[in-house]
């Protein structure tokens, strides 16, 4: 009989060596297209840079770009050998720790990212993508790897499939609109710069345009986080016989939800735009990553057993 779990894991590390290769070639991408716009030299000697008009369309991709999707590519297939094994190794959805979630919350994020490439052109956030899932792979292998357990009686539940599910891909979808809304923090302040402004033209798109793409993603995101309260609530009843019980866990989980509500109900009705709504897109997913770290290691609760 097959021991998938070693093989979960070498897939992993497999994977991991992908993506830091795609990170290279995403970042010299960026490397070189940010310094292919030479300055112009004006009559009196000093440097001026060219006026470009502001174009809002995606860049043109480059070769840098191509080889770099298709590592991503190649590692997510990985990626998703080593989530399948796992759960194949455990005989259950693999999301029941720490480990199991980052595993299959960064597998959802790369799925993601190639998938919106057949809405947009999202390949400048490669950098972004690449390196966060790399780090954050890292970090869930190294520090919170276990060896496949039996579920405690409060996981065997359909509900873990459905609950954990939508919140990571939620996460997903929230982990892309917070590069956008970097990238938009970036790109704004560039072009207040003329000179710099020059030089980026061709790397990422116009800031109201990152802005735009990162509130439609926040929206699905919110969403699913939506149903992951509500999912989360119905489960709890099941379980312990109350939908509601200021446990850290749930409370954290309403805090994310009360943030990514307020981006929604401030850009929408109160025209909140630029820094102001990038920031609030950026704490919600800091809560996030809050939630999955800090909640889910300092503090004790009846989700206690997520960092097994």
Known sequence: MIDFAPLSLFAVYSAMAVYTVAFLFFTWDLAKRSASTPALVMANGEASPPSPSLDNSAPTATGYQRIGISLMALGFAFHVFATVSRGLAASRVPWANMFEFGLTATTLIVAVFLGSLLWRDLRYLGAFVSGFVLLALGIVTVNFYVDVVPLPPALQSGWLVIHVFVASLATSF??????????????????????????VMKTIPASSVL?????????????????????????????????????????WTFVIWVLFAGYVHARATRGWRGSRSAWLGIIGFGAVLFNYTVVNIAFTGLHSYSGL
Do not use: H, P
């Not at 892309?176 to 710099?196: D, H, K, P, T």
């Open 174 to 199: 929230f982990a892309l609109a917070a590069g956008l809304s970097i990238l938009q923090l970036v790109r704004a302040r560039l072009e207040a710069n003329e000179m710099a402004k020059a030089r």
């Open 211 to 251: 802005e735009a793409l990162a509130y439609r993603l926040n929206v699905v995101g919110f969403v699913l986080w939506t149903f992951t309260l509500i999912a989360g609530a119905i489960w709890a009843e099941r379980a312990w016989g109350r939908y509601w019980g200021w446990d850290t866990k749930e409370v």
